[in-house]
Nanobody, 115 residues
Framework: QVQLVESGGGLVQPGGSLRLSCVASGRIFSPYTMGWYRQVPGKLRELVASITNRGSTNYSDSAKGRFTISRDSAKNTLYLQMNSLKPEDTAVYYC?????????WGQGTQVTVSS
């Protein structure tokens, strides 16, 4: 089993920044892909950004130029630096690990962008 714990969410004003973290523990071993997803009530969960074991990244159109995904493989930790936040970024953000074709999800962290 793999456990994921997200942190770093909160309330921020438009134009502000937040940094999300996700720590993976348990039976985790390379290679594995990590990613951030988000979901608002009534909508499907959507990809924000992902990063492979080799550091290749992929961003949604809404995240490009504002968000940066990174990982510290030695610490099994995933990050999402979010800048220039907009009210439409408000959502629950989830961390996902893909390991041996299985998906593991964290419990989510709320991000609210509001003045």
């Amino acid at each position: 089993q793999v456990q994921l714990v997200e942190s770093g969410g909160g309330l921020v004003q438009p134009g502000g920044s937040l940094r999300l973290s996700c720590v993976a523990s348990g039976r985790i071993f390379s290679p594995y892909t990590m990613g951030w997803y988000r979901q608002v009530p009534g909508k499907l969960r959507e990809l924000v950004a992902s990063i492979t074991n080799r550091g290749s990244t992929n961003y949604s159109d809404s995240a490009k130029g504002r968000f940066t995904i990174s990982r510290d493989s030695a610490k099994n930790t995933l990050y999402l630096q979010m800048n220039s936040l907009k009210p439409e970024d408000t959502a629950v953000y989830y961390c996902k690990v893909v390991l041996t074709s299985r998906n593991y999800w964290g419990q989510g962290t709320q991000v609210t962008v509001s003045s």
